[in-house]
């Protein structure tokens, strides 16, 4: 049995990321009480990016709250760079971020719900499964939960321990050999880094070459040099058949990017890095009655990002569901904190000029 409701708000915000942030910022701008949940810690997805990684968007595409990003060398910001400025802006907004409390239940007029009305929230935290009320919820969760696996079913050895979906410090990949899976832009990036600090280096990927479009624009020449120059190992339509302990079983994709035919190839490899995207869990926005369209794509109105039910808004990335190409990102959310306050207030939504807004989002 659960103790009473641990505390009420107005809103409930659940993640931490940048339009999380936001959100959370726009609705104390309005007056309104708020808490906020992060299962991990605020701008988790970035934790688990490699040391150095750069974005592919310029400062000010990616600032915050009308806090400027200021970078050590007027460029793109790093991974670090950007982690320091949301603590900042965390800090010069004044807001109370719960951290590692995840979400697991958002119930309209469940237990919790004051007067009958609003929602009952159960977070897992420190001291277990608790409740909170709120008159009103904001889901800015991301849309990375969890790694794509190769095929439905993965392929023999993918749970191996030399194999991951995470580019973490390129030192520690120092004098082994490595394949690399995939063909975006973290795979060319990993590529190439692991090149540089004394890795040796090998490519697998689907499709005969890169969508250029796809990779930051200042890798690609290097990339495609090192590949012509074979300093990195290139197969190209190429799908792993199997992983084992010391090489890596390839066989022939076809047209479409999928498996077909026999073995075509054994690759050496210490580590296998499967960096081949990641996929949203709309579990909890399923749960909570939230209709999902097609890649876990949830039901909103792109006016107010309330979603078809009242009271619960969806933020940021987690508008996309699982995103096959990338068309939502920091850069064309941040009025969805504004539109969000605004329809929770009642009134109308004041524009920021220059901002990509939700109206540009794929119709739901």
């Known amino acids: 049995m659960l103790d009473a409701t641990v505390e009420h708000s107005d809103v409930i915000v659940v993640g931490a990321g940048p339009i999380g942030i936001e959100v959370a910022a726009a609705l104390r701008r309005e007056g309104l009480s708020v808490i906020q949940f992060e299962a991990g810690r605020i701008g988790a997805t970035m934790e688990w990016w490699a040391p150095g990684t750069q974005f592919f968007s310029g400062p000010e595409r990616i600032a915050i709250c009308g806090v400027p990003l200021v970078t050590a060398n007027q460029g793109k910001a790093t991974r670090e760079e950007y982690l320091a400025y949301l603590r900042q802006v965390v800090g010069a907004m004044r807001l109370e ?3 590692g409390r995840r979400v697991v239940e958002i119930k309209k007029d ?21 409740r909170y009320g709120a008159r009103k919820v904001v889901v800015a969760m991301g849309d990375m939960h969890r790694p794509r696996r190769l095929g439905p079913d993965g392929v023999p050895g ?11 410090d390129p030192h520690r990949y120092f004098g082994r050999k490595v394949l690399i899976v995939g063909g975006r ?5 990993a590529a190439i880094r692991l090149y540089r600090v004394g890795a040796t280096v090998a490519m697998s990927y689907r499709r005969e070459w890169f969508d250029e479009g796809r990779i930051k624009y200042w890798l ?10 074979g300093a990195i190992g290139w197969y190209p339509s190429t799908c792993v058949m199997e992983i084992g302990r010391e090489r890596v079983t390839l066989c022939g994709a076809g047209a479409n990017g999928e498996p077909e035919g026999a073995a075509c190839a054994q690759v050496e490899a210490d580590d296998v890095l499967l960096l081949i995207g990641y996929e949203m869990d709309g579990t909890l926005l399923a749960k909570a009655g939230v209709e999902l369209l097609e890649r876990g794509r949830p039901r909103f109105d792109a006016e107010t990002m309330e979603t078809n039910v009242p009271g619960l808004f969806v933020a940021g990335t987690a508008t996309a569901g699982t995103q096959q190409r990338f068309t939502v990102f920091i850069e064309n959310c941040h009025e969805h904190g ?27």
């Open 158 to 168: 993918e749970d191996l321990p030399q194999v991951s979906h995470y580019f973490e």
């Open 338 to 364: 504004e539109r969000i306050a605004a329809a929770i207030a009642g009134r109308a939504v004041r524009e920021r000029e220059g901002v990509v807004g939700a109206a540009e989002l794929p119709e739901s």
């Open 97 to 99: 971020i719960r951290t």
């Open 220 to 229: 690609m020449p290097e990339l495609k040099s090192l590949i012509k120059s």
């Open 110 to 130: 469940g237990a919790g719900a004051r007067d009958g009305d609003g929602f009952g929230v159960m977070v897992d935290g420190p001291r277990g499964v608790e």
């Open 185 to 189: 832009n973290s795979a060319a990036e």
